[in-house]
């Protein structure tokens, strides 16, 4: 494969203009199949330096050894953003709502900045390896490095089986291992004791009651906060002592993205303490709407310029409590507002370490492990445990609470005892003598 100069009759400085063009044979390929078709065309490209023209010439080359098959100029000269919108667009009816927004939110935050008009052909291995210390130098939680990454790969991935490029430049950068990303640090849980949970919501009984009955019911629930938003009026039954687990809510813009919970398992029944039924007995002695099956059992507040609500109901004050007034009994409590303006500061106020960018802390889904932890301590068999938390697998409660099980429970009930041969058998001569006769054997000497 020749790289032919060309000179044009346009001028440039006094100089004539020069190209240079790559001529090819490329096998066609059927559309549809995307399988040869066993005829052979040429093609040519043309380039406005003799490097741009070499390094078409070696990727040419590469192509060929590798598959076969070049893929032409024009399908690798279309925008990576192109691909990206084709990708979401795929999983739009496949993934949840609040998962294909992640997606899109991965791609705009780390991948779009960098390559959304980049011609997808022009993306190289090197192009790869800068992104990823991109992610890297910028402090991120390792979950959102790979996640980031993890979207980068998959939108080139597409672009490879579509035909834009005949290999994935990102497939030869792998992520750093555990432990190579700054102080990196595996996952540790933060679950409180009962005194603790008993303080925490103290703090924030004093100006919030109901508020603080939500952390004593994360606390004894152990629900997923979607999980958490998502309950309605009569998914309690208080008669039974119960809480029905049957749908998730997650903040999205504009209103609420009602969804379903992470797997089957998911969808379970969790027993309530007595003391914890009496207490949402009362709490829905007083809801408002507590006629309304569908009206959220655990309310957001009134913002502070909420409109038609008197600024006293709105106020809460060390000397005063929030009234029924300031709560918006038609919305549920959103869980990261509830973090952010509720649980966090009450940590603070106990001196007990709240999570942030960068510092492990309590978080709200240490009130799930919480409730793991003082169940298992309180002999709860794991397995039994594992299905209030509405784990898909047992083996994912003793992976995450395996310290917490009590080693007796798993004990030997009875010892066992020490292996013996078994006694020899007799043989045919100490075998004694029979009355019985073989009426095969009288049929063979009748």
């Known amino acids: 494969m020749e790289i032919k100069k060309i000179e044009h009759k346009a001028r440039r400085d006094g100089r004539p203009v020069t190209t240079y063009k790559i001529r090819y044979k490329e096998t066609v390929r059927d559309p549809a199949t995307g399988q040869p078709t066993g005829q052979v065309r040429s093609r040519s490209e043309t380039y406005p330096t003799h490097e741009a023209a070499k390094e078409r010439r070696r990727e040419i080359e590469n192509q060929r050894a590798a598959t076969g098959n070049v893929v032409g100029r024009e399908a690798r000269q279309e925008p990576f953003g192109t691909f990206a919108g084709m990708w979401l667009d795929a999983h739009a009816g496949l993934v949840k709502a609040r998962t294909l927004l992640e997606y899109r939110r991965l791609y705009e935050c780390y991948v779009a900045p960098e390559f959304a008009a980049r011609a997808v052909g022009t993306i190289t291995p090197a192009d790869a390896r800068r992104f990823r210390a991109e992610l890297v130098s910028r402090g991120l939680a390792r979950g959102t490095i790979k996640h980031a990454w993890d979207t980068f790969r998959r939108i080139l991935d597409l672009a490879v089986l579509d035909g834009a490029i005949s290999a994935n430049p990102s497939a030869s950068v792998p992520l750093p291992r555990r432990g190579a990303v700054g102080d990196d640090e595996p996952f540790t849980a933060h679950p409180l004791t009962g005194q603790q949970v008993a303080a925490v919501a103290g703090h924030i009984s004093t100006r919030y009651p109901l508020y603080g009955l939500v952390v004593l019911f994360l606390a004894y629930s152990g629900l997923r906060a ?8 009569a998914d309690v039954d208080l008669d039974r002592g119960t809480v029905r687990v049957q749908r998730t809510k997650s903040k999205v813009r504009g209103g609420w993205d009602v969804g379903t919970p992470k797997s089957r398992k998911s969808r379970r029944v969790v027993p309530l303490d007595d003391w914890l039924v009496e207490d949402l007995r009362e709490h829905l002695a007083a809801h408002p709407r507590r006629d309304d099956p569908s009206a959220p059992l655990f309310p957001a507040r009134y913002g502070r310029n909420a409109p038609g609500v008197p600024r006293s109901a ?31 500061p009450a940590l603070v106020a106990v001196g007990l370490p709240a999570s942030a960018a960068g510092v ?18 309180a002999g709860t068999h794991y397995m039994q445990v594992s299905k209030y938390l509405g784990h898909e697998s047992y083996v994912t409660t003793l992976n995450v609470y395996g310290d917490y099980i009590d080693e007796a429970e798993g004990g030997k009930g009875t010892p066992l005892a020490r292996p013996t041969a078994a006694p020899a058998s007799p043989s045919v001569e100490d075998a004694p003598a029979s009355n019985v006769i073989s009426l095969a054997s009288r049929r063979k000497t009748g």
């Open 226 to 233: 979607a999980e958490f938003a998502g309950l309605e009026i």
């Open 314 to 344: 709105l106020t809460a004050t060390p000397d005063t409590r929030a009234t029924v007034e300031s709560y918006n009994w038609a919305a549920p409590l959103d869980p990261g507002t509830f973090y952010s303006n509720y649980f966090k």
């Open 360 to 377: 492990s802390g309590v978080r709200l889904h240490d009130l799930r492990h919480t409730f793991a932890v003082l169940s298992l301590s």
